[in-house]
């Protein structure tokens, strides 16, 4: 079967970098997506990787082996802001998206 | 206006009333989603319309039903529903369905069913 891990929750500390890791095993890939959900609001869209590699994006990037169905979120500097929920998505190869439950990222200061 | 905007924001129904959700696309997008969130669960894909049709239908009762009048505007209509539908229902639309452009998703409408 098909499916997506990520860890449920994680705590780190304010200013600190924390790496959220998610797993998958899908029938083919085109592409994944991760994106931030703070509670009680939308999904918003942080970044999409299809290619193996770093892609950074100001304090965020992501990264992607396909070879290892493995990709992280980097977060650096660390704001309380960024306590959220982060979503791991894989797009299969009949173009349906499969999303991970969500890591809940907890901020202390 | 906002990108995607969903109506109402929270809902109470009892099991045997009807009701609708609607969501509103301002972006000039093809595809819109419904999807069904619950707490520590993946997010449920629910219905997609591609171009006004219907792509995929996840195996959803028949108790919601979806309606796609225009590339704009989603409904979800809700009847006969039960406690364990109670979740947050939200929209999204993106570029076109075919997965690989990023959704933007609607606020939400939080459902409880009594």
């Known amino acids: 079967g098909q499916n997506i891990d990520q860890p449920t929750e994680m705590t780190a500390t304010e200013g600190a970098i924390v790496q959220i890791n998610c797993t998958y095993q899908?029938?083919?890939?085109?592409?994944l997506f991760w994106y931030q959900q703070h509670a009680g609001e939308a999904p918003t869209f942080l970044s999409y990787n299809v290619l193996d590699g770093l892609e950074e994006k100001g304090r965020f990037s992501s990264f992607l082996s396909r070879s290892k169905g493995y990709s992280y979120l980097l977060l650096k500097e660390l704001q309380m802001k960024d306590s959220a929920s982060y979503l791991c998505?894989?797009?299969?190869?009949?173009?349906?998206?499969?999303w991970g439950a969500g890591t809940k990222l907890i901020i202390k200061p | 206006e906002t990108g995607v905007t969903q109506t109402p924001r929270h809902l109470v129904m009892g099991m045997t009333n009807k009701k609708s959700l609607k969501c509103e696309q301002h972006l000039g997008h093809n595809a819109m989603y419904w999807y069904k969130q619950s707490a520590k669960k993946p997010l449920e894909l629910m219905f997609v319309y591609n171009f006004k049709e219907q792509t995929e239908n996840n195996s959803v009762p028949s108790r919601f039903s979806p309606e796609c009048p225009n590339s704009s505007h989603l409904f979800l209509h809700l009847h006969t529903l039960q406690p364990e539908d109670s979740a947050l229902y939200l929209c999204?639309?993106?570029?076109?369905?075919?997965?690989?452009?990023?959704?933007?998703f609607g606020p939400g409408t939080r459902l409880t069913v009594t």
């Open positions: 998505a894989v797009c299969d190869s009949n173009y349906q998206l499969l």
């Open positions: 899908t029938s083919g890939f085109n592409g």
């Open positions: 999204a639309s993106s570029q076109d369905g075919s997965g690989v452009y990023e959704q933007y």
